[in-house]
């Protein structure tokens, strides 16, 4: 079994397939929506959770590939600058899924990235300006 | 047995290395276990610290004469504007200040992604600041326009001077109305999303000297990461307010205004910061140490999250429209488990100031009283506490086109 966050980068002119169709029908992939939008250039951004068998996983990124869409693994699209914290903890009331959380009694801030679900609104909650979202390419598999 | 001890017997400690000292954080467990009176005897000095945003932060610079000179008029320092209204070469780089053509909160809510606390934390860091300014030219200052880089340590003098840091105690933010309100006490959700506060607790310097016994004009510091000192009454000190048996207020009470050489300071403790839709500030770090000069300094110095109490106030209604009404007040030990109720409801909290960080600034002034590197003054006077009858005054709202005020 494989559970997986991505992000799906759709270019223009396969923003129309219905490639969640085929994840689960071609592949018998389990698929959690996290987030999905299409910009003004008809560029389209699809977050998601997969769960499978490890073969149909490897199988289905293969085929996701072919259709020109760029998968980027979710836990590397928004970083944490450790240097940059100041551990006041503004971010943890504002993330919605607790991967920013505060470690207690300690009191210091800590980025769990597999909770993460990239709503970026850390990113502008964040006084110290401690939280990226890195170059959206840079990381692409 | 009363315990008396001097600065001076103190200090000769320090000098020996055999002064002992806790953080207020640790005093806590050491005075529950010995009790008061044994505490006082044997310990020296507590370290205190904070760490939190201070917008009533800025520094004095004095760049230099150009050849030929110049009296600087409109000056920026990384586009960002600084205050010339003083001698020909003297500048005050005000934490909050913006860019000149900040987009400001025309964009809702604005990024305010750099402002004069950056410049602060970057001149700190040792990074080239670029410098623009104009003039209108004078017989002894003729040049109407310079631009520079410099750095830091190329000036001649640069004094981090906040007329207002260290408050004892602080409104927690909430929101009761209907949206998200961005405040300089960070986000604040609708219909009592969360509940934000700013404050060390048991670790900030005025909640350990609630009536101000100890310190005074001059009184040595940690700032910045470096050395400073009290330099006055901070602004709005309003030390009247209403207070608990233990002496701590119930309401944000007195201040303290802060001085210190700017190039002995640490990027690391002077950090530009951006709230959304509100504006850049600087957070600062600082800490007091409290000299045990008597058990009942020892007494103030042992309060706990649990004993100490903040005023809950609704940032989107009593706030902005300065009614008095709060919500109720809250222990820090509250506070800090993450958890609150207001209105029946539970809350998440979320501190601005850095618990983490006031905790490590204390662990470091201890350190350095510690190996005899920081010793103690006495202040060189007292600052009005709460006998001096303050009163808080609001803003005059008189007509100035009317006939009587």
Redesign the interface.
Same mark, same amino acid.
């Given at each position: 079994m494989i559970k997986q966050k991505i992000v799906l980068r759709f270019p223009p002119h396969v923003v129309e397939q219905p490639v969640i169709y085929h994840l689960i029908k071609d592949y018998n992939l389990m698929v959690n929506i996290l987030r999905a939008d299409i910009n003004p250039r008809k560029e389209g951004r699809l977050m998601m959770e997969l769960s499978g068998e490890d073969a149909d996983y490897r199988r289905a990124v293969q085929w996701l590939k072919k259709q020109e869409l760029k998968i980027i693994n979710l836990e590397q699209q928004i970083s944490w600058s450790e240097e940059r914290c #100041?551990?006041?903890?503004?971010?943890?009331?504002?993330c919605p899924t607790g991967a920013l959380n505060?470690e207690?009694p300690?009191? #210091?801030v800590r980025f769990e990235e597999d909770k993460c679900i990239i709503c970026e609104l850390c990113l502008?909650?964040c006084?110290?300006?401690a939280m990226e979202a890195l170059a959206e390419n840079a990381n692409g598999r | 047995m009363k315990i008396n001890r001097t600065i001076e017997e103190i200090n000769g400690k320090i000098k020996a290395g055999k002064a002992v000292v806790f953080t207020a954080e640790e005093i806590i467990a050491v005075v529950r276990e010995k009790g008061v009176e044994e505490a006082a005897r044997t310990v020296d000095v507590v370290t205190t610290g904070t760490?939190?945003?201070m917008c009533s932060s800025g520094a004095f610079l004095n760049v230099g004469h150009s050849k030929p000179r110049i009296k600087l008029n409109e000056v920026t320092l990384n586009g960002v504007e600084a205050y010339s209204g003083i001698a020909a070469v003297d500048l005050y780089i005000g934490a909050t200040a913006l860019p000149k053509n900040d987009p400001a909160n025309r964009n809702y809510?604005g990024?305010f992604?750099y402002g004069g606390g950056h410049v602060i934390e970057d001149l700190v860091a040792g990074k080239e600041v670029h410098l623009e300014a104009k003039a209108y030219g004078t017989d002894c200052y003729p040049r109407k326009k310079y631009e520079t880089l410099f750095r830091l340590d190329e000036i001649n003098e640069a004094t981090l001077y906040n007329p207002r840091n260290a408050y004892q105690n602080y409104n927690v933010a909430v929101n009761l109305g209907q949206k998200t309100i961005y405040t300089y006490m960070?986000?604040l959700?609708p219909n009592l999303?969360?509940a934000?506060y700013s404050s060390a607790g048991q670790l900030s310097p005025l909640f350990n000297d609630p009536l101000l016994k100890t310190i005074g004009i001059g009184t040595r510091i940690f700032l910045g990461g470096g050395i400073g000192y009290v330099a006055w009454h901070g602004t709005q000190h309003n030390p009247s307010v209403e207070r608990l048996e233990n002496g701590n207020p119930k309401y944000p009470a007195a201040t303290l205004a802060l001085i210190g050489d700017l190039k002995q300071m640490q990027p690391r403790w002077l950090?530009g910061?951006?709230?959304?839709g509100y504006g850049a500030?600087l957070?600062v770090g600082l800490g007091v140490p409290i000299p045990i000069l008597s058990e009942e300094i020892m007494g103030y110095c042992a309060v706990s999250d649990a004993d100490l109490q903040a005023p809950i106030v609704d940032y989107c209604g009593a706030y902005p429209n300065r009614e008095s009404d709060n919500l109720g007040h809250v222990s820090y030990a509250e506070l800090?488990?993450?958890t609150i109720t207001v209105q029946g409801k539970q809350l998440?909290?979320?501190?601005?100031?850095?618990?983490?960080?006031a905790?490590e600034i204390a662990a470091t002034l201890k350190a350095w009283i510690g190996k005899g590197s920081f010793s103690l003054t006495a202040p060189s006077a007292g600052l009005p506490s709460v006998e001096a009858g303050i009163k808080f005054k609001p803003m005059p709202d008189r007509d100035p086109e009317g006939q009587e005020g």
């Amino acid at each position: 079994m494989i559970k997986q966050k991505i992000v799906l980068r759709f270019p223009p002119h396969v923003v129309e397939q219905p490639v969640i169709y085929h994840l689960i029908k071609d592949y018998n992939l389990m698929v959690n929506i996290l987030r999905a939008d299409i910009n003004p250039r008809k560029e389209g951004r699809l977050m998601m959770e997969l769960s499978g068998e490890d073969a149909d996983y490897r199988r289905a990124v293969q085929w996701l590939k072919k259709q020109e869409l760029k998968i980027i693994n979710l836990e590397q699209q928004i970083s944490w600058s450790e240097e940059r914290c #100041t551990h006041c903890g503004a971010c943890t009331v504002i993330c919605p899924t607790g991967a920013l959380n505060f470690e207690r009694p300690g009191m #210091t801030v800590r980025f769990e990235e597999d909770k993460c679900i990239i709503c970026e609104l850390c990113l502008r909650a964040c006084p110290a300006r401690a939280m990226e979202a890195l170059a959206e390419n840079a990381n692409g598999r | 047995m009363k315990i008396n001890r001097t600065i001076e017997e103190i200090n000769g400690k320090i000098k020996a290395g055999k002064a002992v000292v806790f953080t207020a954080e640790e005093i806590i467990a050491v005075v529950r276990e010995k009790g008061v009176e044994e505490a006082a005897r044997t310990v020296d000095v507590v370290t205190t610290g904070t760490f939190g945003p201070m917008c009533s932060s800025g520094a004095f610079l004095n760049v230099g004469h150009s050849k030929p000179r110049i009296k600087l008029n409109e000056v920026t320092l990384n586009g960002v504007e600084a205050y010339s209204g003083i001698a020909a070469v003297d500048l005050y780089i005000g934490a909050t200040a913006l860019p000149k053509n900040d987009p400001a909160n025309r964009n809702y809510p604005g990024d305010f992604s750099y402002g004069g606390g950056h410049v602060i934390e970057d001149l700190v860091a040792g990074k080239e600041v670029h410098l623009e300014a104009k003039a209108y030219g004078t017989d002894c200052y003729p040049r109407k326009k310079y631009e520079t880089l410099f750095r830091l340590d190329e000036i001649n003098e640069a004094t981090l001077y906040n007329p207002r840091n260290a408050y004892q105690n602080y409104n927690v933010a909430v929101n009761l109305g209907q949206k998200t309100i961005y405040t300089y006490m960070g986000i604040l959700k609708p219909n009592l999303g969360n509940a934000n506060y700013s404050s060390a607790g048991q670790l900030s310097p005025l909640f350990n000297d609630p009536l101000l016994k100890t310190i005074g004009i001059g009184t040595r510091i940690f700032l910045g990461g470096g050395i400073g000192y009290v330099a006055w009454h901070g602004t709005q000190h309003n030390p009247s307010v209403e207070r608990l048996e233990n002496g701590n207020p119930k309401y944000p009470a007195a201040t303290l205004a802060l001085i210190g050489d700017l190039k002995q300071m640490q990027p690391r403790w002077l950090r530009g910061l951006s709230y959304l839709g509100y504006g850049a500030t600087l957070q600062v770090g600082l800490g007091v140490p409290i000299p045990i000069l008597s058990e009942e300094i020892m007494g103030y110095c042992a309060v706990s999250d649990a004993d100490l109490q903040a005023p809950i106030v609704d940032y989107c209604g009593a706030y902005p429209n300065r009614e008095s009404d709060n919500l109720g007040h809250v222990s820090y030990a509250e506070l800090r488990s993450g958890t609150i109720t207001v209105q029946g409801k539970q809350l998440p909290t979320a501190s601005l100031s850095s618990y983490a960080g006031a905790r490590e600034i204390a662990a470091t002034l201890k350190a350095w009283i510690g190996k005899g590197s920081f010793s103690l003054t006495a202040p060189s006077a007292g600052l009005p506490s709460v006998e001096a009858g303050i009163k808080f005054k609001p803003m005059p709202d008189r007509d100035p086109e009317g006939q009587e005020g």
